[in-house]
């Protein structure tokens, strides 16, 4: 299975996403038991936010890994208004209530924000010397600004990862921030894998390589995510059967033509580009 590590964690390089879920855009029911058939095949981590239906996400997380919160990395991340000071305290805390844990295995900065970094770097550690994260990271921050953390901001070398947009139809870290990410050995998250709506797995050539190793386009589509080392994948997945289906993502190993069939369909960057967000 193919894998990623974090810190001492060595998980599976697909993850659960929760965007949507605890929504009502299914029945709370179908949600979990997807949730659950993610845990049953190993897939550890699951990532959600304070954000996602105002809470609504970690909630219906929070249910789902009852009794089995061993058995999971949860990942959740603060709103940039809220990331210093007390309000830091106040989200995590929140947060964990919601997901119903007394800690997260790691807390991420949702996006840039008018806050310095400097005093989230400090509300992180001090979050985890009293054990309510293990590991901090961000998300949504683009080269220079992770350069900027890394090399001028006391502790910022501790950042775990950097969670962003990437699939096939949005690969511009492809051509200098996956690469250094991977220089530094700093695993990245990728979210939306799998495009939004369902355009990107209509296209003919996903369905060429689907049919070939008799898989679903979505388990191409992220396999080609996690082709190399140091991604990890955070689909989004309301259903069990679905579930599944990305699960196998981990055990597909694309070959030298089919990456070079989707190359073909999907171009890699030829030049730097602004850093794609939903």
């Not at 060595?10 to 949730?35: C, D, T």
């Not at 947060?95 to 844990?101: A, G």
């Not at 947009?165 to 051509?175: E, K, M, Q, V």
């Not at 369905?207 to 396999?223: D, E, G, R």
Request: charge should be negative.
């Amino acid at each position: 299975m193919k894998s990623v590590s974090f810190g001492h964690d060595i998980l599976p390089a697909i993850g659960m996403g929760s965007w949507n879920l605890g929504q009502q855009r299914k029945s709370a029911k179908e949600e979990i038991e997807a949730i659950q058939a993610g845990l049953d095949v190993g897939l550890k981590l699951i990532d959600s936010a304070e954000m996602y239906g105002n809470g609504a996400s970690e909630q219906l997380i929070g249910k789902a890994i009852a009794g089995r919160r061993d058995e999971t990395f949860l990942v959740s991340k603060v709103y940039p208004f809220n990331a210093g000071g007390k309000a830091l305290v106040n989200s995590c805390e929140a947060s964990l209530r919601r997901l119903n844990t007394d800690r997260l295995d790691l807390y991420l900065l949702h996006w840039a924000g008018d806050i310095p970094f400097e005093e989230t770097i400090k509300g992180f550690e001090q979050l985890q010397t009293a054990g309510k994260i293990r590991y901090w990271g961000i998300s949504n921050f683009d080269i220079n600004e992770l350069q900027e953390i890394y090399d001028n901001i006391a502790g910022g070398r501790y950042c775990a990862t950097n969670q962003v947009l990437y699939n096939l139809g949005s690969r511009g870290i492809d051509y200098s921030l996956l690469n250094w990410c991977r220089h530094k050995k700093m695993p990245l998250m990728a979210y939306s894998p799998l495009g939004s709506g369902n355009q990107l797995l209509q296209h003919s050539t996903l369905k060429i390589i689907a049919q070939k190793y008799q898989v679903v386009p979505a388990t191409v589509a992220l396999a080609w995510v996690i082709r190399g080392d140091g991604v990890v994948a955070i689909p989004e997945s309301g259903s069990k059967a679905h579930m599944l289906q990305n699960a196998q993502a981990c055990q597909l190993v694309l070959d030298e033509d089919d990456i070079a069939l989707l190359d073909e369909s999907f171009p890699p960057p030829t030049h730097k580009q602004y850093l794609d967000v939903l």
